[in-house]
């Protein structure tokens, strides 16, 4: 077994412990990559400009100086965890559940075997040589689920991620596949309610959206549970004529790292990305948005939307790349920002490389409190200040929430929102 | 009948400087009270501190409502006691549906009373009567809050929530700035349809012409935070052909 040896002892120990249980299908090289880029980066640390303001280091030491990973290699069946959507797939580190066959729609996880066509698939977007996170995951990953979709799917899909109680750690990877033509719309979310202690949840998903495929894609996070640590890296690659819409909800978490990334790799895409972060309490909640244009006459469109409680860290880094022969892109980029005290904290960077001359590039960012003059209009009128609060602060994520096209989604997220 | 709003020496001071210079006011149930000053005479800041706006601070003197000490109680208590504040500038809530916000108020007032919430077809009965009356469009009441509004819509639609949520006290600050005649007409209509022989109306202009629809009982001249003179109707005629200098003391 490849091991990496790095200058950290505690890393190196660390490292011992969640190897334990690798399951080896990444293809040869991207591993060999992943292995060296935690060889050579280490953990990152508060220098390192990706995890400023997040101690990731402390965590670790904090709450998973011992890893709990045993895990038989069978593959189990049943949960307690359930969905409301009657088409599901649940991920969990012991088993994956699949419920509602539907035509169109091919669920399949490692410890079965996995096509080769899926598996030189696995690395293609490069996580691994950019996040220590996603070359952790690369290199030591435990469970790979495929899901293909090749026809158009009508109801949503929920992909339930569910945690282990026993366990604290788990890294999970998800390949998902859209064919051409295919229209899906997808719902992710985490279900923590059976853990009772820390947790540290390591994720990576790689989604390949083929030509004129369209997909509605809605990730909601949000943790019942205390020290749930949950690292998200995702990339997206989209094809000539696609559209997707994604949707990031990041609401309560003791730490909600997500690294989205987005390729555009041909013209006529379109890819409309939004987002809503809430940080209560102690929560840290870091929203990276990369989106390459790596092809010209596409069209990227962000808003993302922050709110800080309490003594909540929010972030925001929104990266926008348009390479030389991107010409005619038009990407969009804003973010919205809301601090509800003195105590919380929020960053917001946007971040444009432009190296092409003929594009149309924009972005703003808008930090502030509440209007006091909207509270004392409302509570004027003898609305509670409470109520008045959470009236503006709905107002502030309505347009985001109302723009979900498919209602039973809606439906899903809206009461998830507590302000 | 004793008095709906009781002002007895009122001092005031915003950012430390002294606004208003002790004030003294009874208003009485079924009186409509008019205050005219010049620019920068304390007018604006009365009625904020009727309703309870942070930052004006009261360094002297007490305000008695309807029994109560005004100002011991928050700006929500205080509209739930019946002070209504018809804003100079109403501002735009772009996401807070207005008859949904409307309807909130109406129930936390409501409750505050021991009623119950309204009926969703008493409440859609009574915002379309009231938008006729004020000649209100459909269209702009189903919006966000003063969104895109005109600045006479925005007074209207100041007096159409007065109309509903139909308080003790209206505090009027200029809400005949910026309306052409026939708004004027439209929204004094408003007002004296609300005015009553339980409730009161307080009038914060600068200029007479809205006296003329609605005829106040008495009419008050705020100056440098005094009121130097008080008087019935004819006073305010009085003012509009001398000037604010005749009455300089």
């Not at chain 1, 220590?132 to 026809?151: D, M, Q, S």
């Not at chain 1, 804003?334 to 001359?357: H, M």
Request: aromatic fraction near 8%; hydrophobic fraction near 40%; glycine fraction near 6%.
């Amino acid at each position: 077994m490849e091991i990496t040896t790095t200058s950290n002892v505690f890393l190196n120990d660390w490292i011992n412990q969640i190897s334990s249980t690798k399951v080896d299908f990444i293809p040869d090289n991207v591993l060999v990559e992943s292995l060296k880029y935690i060889e050579e980066n280490g953990i990152p640390n508060l220098k390192n400009e990706a995890y400023r303001n997040i101690p990731i280091e402390s965590i670790l030491k904090r709450y998973f100086r011992k890893i709990e990973y045993n895990l038989s290699s069978e593959v189990n069946t049943s949960t307690s965890i359930t969905s409301i959507f009657s088409l599901h797939v649940i991920l969990s580190p012991s088993y994956t559940v699949t419920n509602g066959f539907h035509e169109g729609l091919s669920v399949v996880s490692t410890p079965l075997s996995i096509e080769s066509q899926y598996l030189e698939r696995l690395g293609q977007t490069q996580m691994h040589q950019k996040d220590f996170f996603a070359a952790l995951n690369t290199a030591y990953n435990h469970r790979l689920t495929v899901i293909r979709i090749h026809k158009n799917i009508e109801q949503p899909l929920h992909i339930l991620h569910a945690l282990e109680p026993f366990l604290n750690f788990s890294q999970h990877r998800l390949l998902v596949i859209v064919d051409k033509g295919v229209s899906v719309k997808i719902l992710e979310s985490l279900d923590d309610a059976n853990v009772q202690h820390s947790y540290l949840y390591n994720f990576v998903t790689e989604v390949f959206i083929d030509e004129e495929a369209s997909v509605e894609w809605h990730s909601i996070q949000k943790n019942i549970t205390n020290n749930v640590f949950c690292i998200h890296n995702a990339s997206f690659s989209l094809q000539k004529n696609a559209s997707l819409k994604h949707y990031q909800f990041s609401l309560e978490g003791s730490l909600w790292r997500n690294n989205l990334n987005f390729h555009i790799h041909n013209t006529d895409i379109n890819c409309e990305l939004k987002g809503l972060s809430i940080g209560k309490q102690q929560n840290i909640i870091s929203q990276n948005t990369s989106v390459y244009h790596h092809s010209g006459y596409s069209h990227s469109y962000q808003l993302y939307k922050n709110i800080a409680e309490d003594k909540s860290t929010v972030l925001f880094n929104g990266f926008i790349l348009v390479d030389k022969n991107a010409q005619k892109t038009d990407a969009y980029q804003n973010s919205k920002n809301i601090l509800l005290n003195d105590n919380a904290t929020i960053f917001a960077k946007p971040q444009l490389e432009i190296y092409a001359d003929d594009v149309k590039c924009s972005h703003g960012s808008s930090m502030g409190a509440l209007n006091e003059d909207a509270l004392f209009y409302l509570k004027a009128r003898g609305i509670e200040e409470s109520e008045a609060q959470k009236l503006l602060l709905q107002a502030f994520y309505s347009d985001i929430l109302e723009s979900i096209d498919n209602v039973k989604i809606k439906e899903f997220i809206e009461p998830l929102i507590s302000i | 009948m004793p008095s709906l709003l009781s002002i007895k020496n009122l001092h005031v001071s915003v950012d430390g400087n002294e606004i208003l210079k002790g004030i003294d006011l009874e208003i009485k149930k079924g009186e409509i009270h008019a205050i005219m000053g010049p620019n920068g005479s304390g007018k604006s800041t009365l009625s904020y501190v009727l309703a309870g706006k942070e930052g004006y601070e009261v360094t002297k003197g007490e305000i008695i409502f309807n029994g109560k000490n005004l100002l011991d109680l928050k700006p929500e208590e205080r509209a739930r006691e019946g002070i209504f504040l018809s804003f100079q500038y109403p501002v735009e809530i772009l996401g807070v549906n207005t008859i949904q916000f409307l309807r909130t108020a109406l129930n936390t007032i409501r409750q505050h009373k021991g009623l119950e919430p309204i009926e969703s077809s008493e409440f859609l009965k009574l915002v379309r009567e009231k938008q006729k009356a004020l000649d209100l469009p459909a269209n702009l009441i189903n919006r966000s809050l003063n969104d895109g509004f005109s600045g006479g819509e925005k007074k209207k639609n100041e007096i159409f929530q007065l109309s509903i949520l139909n308080p003790l006290l209206a505090i009027l600050d200029e809400t005949d700035s910026g309306l052409d005649i026939d708004a004027l007409k439209i929204v004094a209509n408003g007002v004296n349809q609300f005015h009553n022989e339980e409730n009161a109306v307080l009038i914060i202009t600068h200029y007479q012409r809205l006296l003329d629809y609605i005829v106040p009982d008495f009419v008050h001249i705020l100056y440098k935070g005094k009121i130097i003179k008080s008087g019935d109707k004819s006073l305010a005629l009085e003012l509009e052909k001398s000037g604010y200098e005749t009455f300089k003391v």
